[in-house]
């Protein structure tokens, strides 16, 4: 899921459903204090989503979530 700690853009979190089980897997742009995550799709292990900065420009982007790699689609 995607939440926006302390106004300093939105990041990627996953959760078991507990608060010890509940972490940042991936910032995105720490310099964007407005970007926004959305449109999540899972395929086998690859997790597809939209990221918009503040300047409404988007990207799809790929995470692993095997190797916590990340990658710009387009």
Request: avoid cysteine; charged fraction near 25%; proline fraction near 0%.
């Amino acid at each position: 899921f995607a939440e926006d700690e302390n106004g300093q853009g939105s990041d990627l979190w996953k959760t078991d459903g507990t608060s010890a089980g509940t972490v940042k897997v991936l910032e995105l742009n720490t310099n964007e204090t407005t970007g926004k995550l959305q449109y999540f799709k899972k395929l086998n292990t690859d997790l597809y989503f939209q990221f918009i900065d503040s300047s409404g420009h988007k990207q799809i982007i790929k995470y692993d979530t095997v190797s916590n790699v990340q990658t710009t689609v387009l």
